[in-house]
Structures are given as structure tokens and as C-alpha cells.
């Protein structure tokens, strides 16, 4: 079992950036496919990114694609959410979390950063 703890949530200004932190507590971490995913106030939980266990592979989804870049550093057993141009419709917490193959269900979860965004 792995845990995850977010960090690098705050406050920006519309067009602004800003870099999320997802950290894990074991080495093997580098094996699980790991996605960020948001919910706003009053809002259900959508899905932003994934990453592969590889690396390589990456999906985005419709709401910042374009405007966000997942990465992962194994050796720092940290996966990293780049969010560029942010709007105040960005306000949400946002979350990592962690699955143990390609195509399980996202068993292992974080606690969650909040990002908010300023018109």
C-alpha cells in the first residue's frame, strides 16, 4: 500500500501557473499508473490527467487539456501537474491518486491540495 500526500496548491491569478505535487511513501511507486483528478465546490470529481507506469503515456482530460502537463520523477517518487493559463473555473481541490496496473480502478488516494483562482 502506498501513501500519497499533494502539495503546491494556493492562490494565482487567471493566466497565471502553477505546479502541484503528488508524493509517495515507497519506492516502488514507479510501478502504479498515477491520475490527478479535481471536484469544486458543489461540483462531482472529474478526471484532469494520468500517467503510465512507463512514463511515456499520458491522457488528458476535456477540461485542461491544452492548459496542464503530467510528469513523473521516479527517482524522487514524485508525480507533478503543470497547470498554465488557469481560470477561476480551476478552483477545486485537486487530488492524486494511484492504481496498480494499466487498467485497475484507482485504489490508493491523497488527501488533496486546494488550488484557487482569481479573476
Known amino acids: 500500500q502506498v501513501q500519497l500526500v499533494e502539495s503546491g496548491g494556493g492562490v494565482a491569478q487567471a493566466g497565471g501557473s502553477l505546479r502541484l505535487s503528488c508524493a509517495a511513501s515507497?519506492?516502488?511507486?514507479?510501478?502504479?499508473?498515477v491520475g490527478w483528478f479535481r471536484q469544486g465546490p458543489g461540483k462531482e470529481r472529474e478526471f484532469v490527467a494520468q500517467i503510465s507506469r512507463s512514463g511515456p503515456n499520458t491522457y488528458y482530460g476535456d477540461s485542461m487539456r491544452g492548459r496542464c502537463s503530467i510528469s513523473r520523477d521516479n527517482a524522487k517518487n514524485t508525480v507533478y501537474l503543470q497547470m498554465n493559463s488557469l481560470k477561476p473555473e480551476d478552483t477545486a481541490v485537486y487530488y492524486c491518486?494511484?492504481?496498480?496496473?494499466?487498467?485497475?480502478?484507482?485504489?490508493?488516494w491523497g488527501q488533496g491540495t486546494q488550488v484557487t483562482v482569481s479573476s
Open positions: 515507497e519506492r516502488t511507486f514507479n510501478t502504479y499508473r
Open positions: 491518486a494511484a492504481a496498480l496496473t494499466d487498467y485497475a480502478a484507482y485504489d490508493y
